[in-house]
C-alpha cells in the first residue's frame, strides 16, 4: 500500500481515529440529529412517491375511463345505424328488445350494454323533440360525472348524447 502513497497498515494495529476515512466520533446529539434528518428524508421520499403514483393511477383511470366511454359511444351508434336499417320503427314492439339482443357485439360492448326502450321506436319526434330509445345499462365516466349514453330519435335523425346519470333516469322511468 505504500507503493500507492498511504502508509501500511496491519490488521494487527489498533484503530488510529486520525486516519483518512476513520469516522469523526459525534455526540449523542448530533446523531439525533442525523437521525431525525434521515426520518424526514425517508418520509418527504415517501409521500413524493406515494404523489407521484397517485397522479400515475389517476392518469391511467382517466383514460381507461375515456376509452371505456368513448367505445360506448360508438357501439351504441353503430347499433342504432344497424337498426335503422332494419327499420325498427315499423317493426312490432315485442320483437325490437329481441332484435336487438340479436345484433353482433361492437367495439366489446354488447346489446344487452343496453336497455332498449321498445315503445318508444314508433313515436314520431316533433320538431324540438329527442325521443329516447335506448340507453347504457351502466354508467361510465366515474372520474369526470358518471352518465350514460342515450340514443334519441329527433326530427334529423338517430343522434346518441351524454347524459348525466341523474337525468338518465328519468328516460327508464318514462321507458318502462
Known amino acids: 500500500m505504500e507503493a500507492m502513497g498511504g502508509p501500511m497498515m496491519d490488521d494487527s494495529e489498533p484503530f488510529d481515529a486520525g486516519h483518512v476515512g476513520a469516522q469523526p466520533t459525534r455526540s449523542a446529539e448530533q446523531l439525533e440529529t442525523i437521525a431525525a434528518r434521515r426520518r424526514t428524508m ?6 413524493a412517491t406515494l404523489l407521484g ?4 393511477l389517476g392518469i391511467v383511470f382517466w383514460q381507461r375511463s375515456r376509452t371505456l366511454t ?5 357501439a351504441l351508434a353503430a347499433y342504432a345505424q344497424a337498426a335503422r336499417q332494419q327499420q325498427f320503427a315499423a317493426r312490432p314492439t315485442a320483437l325490437i328488445e329481441a332484435d336487438w339482443a340479436s345484433f353482433n ?3 366489446n360492448q354488447p346489446p344487452s350494454h343496453y336497455h332498449v326502450i321498445a315503445r318508444n321506436w314508433s313515436v314520431a ?11 347504457c345499462a351502466t ?3 366515474f372520474l369526470v360525472g358518471a352518465g350514460h349514453h342515450v340514443l334519441f330519435n329527433t326530427s334529423n335523425g338517430l343522434v346518441v348524447r351524454w347524459v348525466a346519470e341523474e337525468e338518465e333516469r328519468t328516460y327508464l322511468d318514462d321507458g318502462e
Not at 425517508?42 to 409521500?47: G, S
Not at 403514483?53 to 400515475?56: G, I, P
Not at 319526434?125 to 329527442?130: F, K, L, N, V
Open 42 to 47: 425517508f418520509w418527504r421520499r415517501a409521500v
Open 53 to 56: 403514483l397517485s397522479f400515475v
Open 105 to 107: 357485439t361492437v367495439n
Open 70 to 74: 368513448r367505445q360506448c359511444r360508438l
Open 139 to 141: 354508467p361510465h365516466g
Open 125 to 135: 319526434p316533433d320538431a324540438e323533440q329527442s325521443v329516447p330509445l335506448a340507453v
